[in-house]
């Protein structure tokens, strides 16, 4: 296999590797040179004011970006080799997206065994069963037969998770998984993937809630302007961050309203709500 | 002596009322009932119709409107995706068939498949086949313009959900996309249906036998047979108990259709 790019020696490679990313729009450089790494089992929670190319790191990682240069390796498998059968790699990477997106014309249930049958082949049976088992992991068994729109938003995206899981993937991304969220809502899916990271699931986060990232991450990566500006534990970043932008955000994100009063913010806010 | 607004406003209504009036009495006094009604309504006439009028007319006009339907909705779906093709020359022979087919009258394509083929290639054309060629071919062309929109109306998470599960692209599109995109278009979907069902009647250029007659045709022959306009009332009468319904069905759709918005 051309794609396997373990080097002699490292019996355990990377669930995620980056290195020398980059990624246009147009004229707009987004991401001008990324490298870092994510070991198995591990939870980075990506972190960084709007625009700063969060998402666009994390939609590079499966491809649903196509990445202008650099390399992108996930278990193993170069997923920037021309080669590779991406749909084979994304099976294998659960994604949760910021507005959930749920197949609405499916309920819960099919949502989750959608892909499972059409993808891994998987009977209805055997669909069901671990679409069923899923639900119950994000405390929502009884809402197998809900369609989306019948669900609170908090719910949704429970069962997004849930959806994602059901594809036994390697590792998960989470991009802002809890910002098209009422306040209300927010705690329980914040809940499930904190179980997640206990179950030793390898997890990319970008998200805007610090508690979380305090508390669950195990390294903590702040971009701004399409570059990582400084990385580590989260006592490190979070808690004495080295670089003045770096602090600037915090402050910002920490404590929105001293910011509202202080300095303009540039580039929007970053505890930012998406309109519903 | 001055009028105010809202009085001259009154008296403009009541002259517009006043004129309707004038008008119906003089209809009612000048207007031969009894040949009207003979012309229109005469129950003889009216009931020597059924049950032909109901067994072979509206069950033809019902079958040859869903054999076009069928076969336009098909090709419609796969021109619509060939609009939407990432590969150039399919959008181009998808764009020149929509505006070519939006663009002739229906009336021609019947003439080009009931006349044309059949002097050309020396071969006739089963009926059932021409009318659902004729049909097809130019709903086709209306379909898939509302198909390619109703495509496009799916918000595009739902192709990255998708394809993030591990969908190969057409995987996302058939179980994902299309039946999304077929809710959104269901009501004008049902519109064109209307609009078929009554362009069946132009299989009424074909020379039908007489178990081939549909609504039009079959009016039309009646009017022959008995000089009477009452066929043919019976025969709109009956256009409207397909066409009626299916209306109010398509606002049933689009009223649920707002809701779950
Ligand atoms: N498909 C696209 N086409 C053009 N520009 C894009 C596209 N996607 C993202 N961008 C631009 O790239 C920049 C980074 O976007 P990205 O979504 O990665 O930021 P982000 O850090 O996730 O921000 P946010 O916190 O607002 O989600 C933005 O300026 C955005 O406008
Ligand atoms: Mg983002």
Same mark, same amino acid.
């Given at each position: 296999m051309t794609a396997e790019t373990t080097a002699p020696g490292t019996a355990d490679p990377k669930a995620i590797e980056v290195a020398g990313l980059r990624k246009s729009f147009g004229e707009l450089e987004v991401l001008r040179g990324i490298d870092f790494s994510v070991a198995r089992g591990e939870v980075v929670c990506v972190i960084g004011p709007s625009g700063s190319g969060k998402s666009t790191l994390l939609r590079c990682v499966n491809?649903?970006?196509?990445?202008?240069?650099?390399?992108? /390796?996930?278990?193993?498998?170069?997923? /920037?080799?021309?080669?590779?059968?991406?749909?084979?790699?994304?099976?294998?990477?659960?994604?949760?997206?910021?507005?959930?997106?749920?197949?609405?014309?499916?309920?819960?249930?099919?949502?989750? /065994?959608?892909?499972?049958?059409r993808v891994l082949g998987r009977d209805r049976a055997e669909a069901e069963r671990i679409g069923r088992a899923n639900l119950e992991?994000?405390?929502?068994?009884?809402? *197998?037969?809900?369609?989306?729109?019948?669900?609170?938003?908090?719910?949704?995206?429970?069962?997004?998770?849930?959806?994602?899981?059901?594809?036994?993937?390697?590792?998960?991304?989470?991009?802002?998984? /809890?910002? *098209?969220?009422?306040?209300?809502?927010?705690?329980?899916?914040?809940?499930?993937?904190?179980?997640?990271?206990?179950d030793g699931m390898t997890m990319l986060v970008v998200t805007h809630e610090m508690s979380f990232a305090r508390e669950v991450a195990d390294r903590v990566v702040f971009m701004d302007g399409g570059v990582i500006v400084e990385e580590g534990t989260p006592e490190q970043v979070v808690g004495a961050p080295q670089h003045e932008r770096t602090r600037t955000f915090l402050a910002r994100v920490l404590d929105p309203a001293a910011a509202e009063v202080g300095e303009v913010v540039d580039s929007g806010a970053a505890g930012k709500r998406v309109d519903r | 002596m001055s009028v105010s607004k809202r009085q001259r406003a009154r008296i403009v209504r009541g002259v517009q009322y006043g004129v309707l009036v004038v008008a119906v009495v003089v209809f009612a006094l000048v207007a031969d009932w009894h040949q009207l009604r003979m012309a229109f309504f005469d129950v003889e006439v009216a009931k020597a119709l059924f049950p032909e009028i109901i067994t %072979?007319?509206?069950?033809?006009?019902?079958?040859?409107?869903?054999?076009?339907?069928?076969?336009?909705?098909?090709?419609?779906?796969?021109?619509?995706?060939?609009?939407?093709?990432?590969?150039?020359?399919?959008?181009?022979?998808?764009? %020149?068939?929509?505006?070519?087919?939006?663009?002739?009258?229906?009336?021609?394509?019947?003439?080009?498949?009931?006349?044309?083929?059949?002097?050309?290639?020396?071969?006739?054309? =089963?009926?059932?086949?021409?009318?659902?060629?004729?049909?097809?071919?130019?709903?086709a062309a209306y379909m898939a313009e509302t198909i390619r929109?109703?495509?496009?109306?799916?918000?595009?998470?739902?192709?990255?959900?998708?394809?993030?599960?591990?969908?190969?692209?057409?995987?996302?599109?058939?179980?994902?996309?299309?039946?999304?995109?077929?809710?959104?278009?269901?009501?004008?979907?049902?519109?064109?249906?209307?609009?078929? %069902?009554? =362009?069946?009647?132009?299989?009424?250029?074909?020379?039908?036998?007489l178990t081939q007659f549909e609504l039009a045709n079959f009016g039309r022959d009646a009017l022959n047979e008995h000089k009477s306009l009452t066929p043919i009332l019976i025969a709109g009468l009956l256009y409207l108990v397909i066409t009626l319904p299916l209306g109010q069905l398509v606002r049933r759709l689009e009223a649920r259709t707002a809701k779950a918005r």
């Open positions: 491809l649903l970006e196509e990445p202008s240069a650099g390399r992108v /390796t996930v278990a193993g498998t170069e997923v /920037t080799d021309p080669d590779v059968d991406i749909d084979r790699v994304r099976r294998r990477i659960g994604m949760v997206f910021q507005a959930f997106n749920l197949f609405p014309h499916l309920n819960a249930l099919d949502n989750l /065994t959608i892909a499972q049958r992991r994000v405390g929502l068994s009884d809402k *197998a037969a809900a369609y989306p729109a019948q669900l609170s938003g908090g719910q949704q995206q429970r069962v997004a998770i849930a959806r994602a899981l059901s594809m036994d993937p390697e590792l998960m991304l989470f991009d802002e998984p /809890t910002s *098209a969220l009422d306040p209300e809502l927010v705690g329980d899916v914040l809940a499930v993937m904190r179980a997640l990271a206990q | %072979t007319a509206l069950v033809n006009t019902v079958l040859y409107t869903l054999l076009g339907f069928g076969f336009g909705l098909a090709l419609g779906l796969v021109l619509a995706l060939m609009r939407l093709s990432s590969v150039p020359p399919y959008r181009w022979i998808a764009v %020149t068939y929509i505006e070519f087919f939006r663009g002739i009258p229906c009336l021609l394509v019947f003439i080009a498949l009931g006349f044309g083929v059949p002097l050309a290639f020396e071969v006739a054309l =089963d009926m059932n086949v021409t009318v659902m060629l004729s049909l097809g071919l130019v709903g929109a109703g495509i496009q109306a799916v918000p595009k998470g739902q192709t990255e959900a998708a394809r993030s599960l591990g969908m190969s692209h057409g995987r996302a599109m058939v179980s994902i996309v299309i039946p999304q995109a077929f809710r959104i278009v269901l009501p004008p979907l049902t519109n064109e249906l209307i609009l078929l %069902t009554k =362009d069946s009647s132009l299989v009424y250029l074909l020379g039908l036998s």
